[in-house]
């Protein structure tokens, strides 16, 4: 049974990493964001691929056009397999313009597939 239990734990960690990451964009809180990625993680989120600090610039430059966004998880999968660990959720996020700018609003749906690693007991996205 305890293996068990250590599973349930470690997938408890990362469905809460990527929760915090979803807080960290709401909130407009950088170091949020940038504590669930590793030094040398990857993203490939829409028309971006490269570093996780080259991603920082250009989401909070797309993040800077909304006054409020809200992002919503679900269908969480986990698959665990040593330090490493794939997951892949769905999710959907709202974004508000200033009230000036209503074209600016924005409902997008999104699935991301993530690689974590844990490393000195802790998970992060390796590649996104």
């Given amino acids: 049974m305890q293996p068990d239990i250590e599973r349930f734990i470690e997938k408890q960690q990362i469905q809460e990493l990527l929760l ?3 807080r960290g964009i709401d909130r407009m809180d950088k170091n949020l964001v940038r504590s669930c ?3 040398d993680a990857t993203d490939e989120h829409g028309s971006f691929s490269g570093s996780v600090d080259e991603f920082m610039v250009w989401c909070w430059r797309l993040l800077s ?3 409020m966004t809200m992002h ?3 269908n969480m999968l986990i698959e665990i397999n040593g330090h490493r ?4 959720c769905y999710g959907s ?3 508000r313009g200033d009230t000036q700018y209503p074209e600016r609003n924005l409902l997008v749906g999104f699935r ?6 844990k490393r000195c007991g802790h998970w992060r996205i390796l590649r996104r």
């Fill in 20 to 22: 915090t990451y979803c």
């Fill in 93 to 95: 996020a709202v974004h």
């Fill in 65 to 67: 056009r909304y006054t």
């Fill in 37 to 39: 990625y590793h030094e």
């Fill in 112 to 117: 991301f597939v993530d690689v974590l690693e």
């Fill in 85 to 88: 660990a794939q997951s892949e």
């Fill in 72 to 74: 919503y998880m679900s």
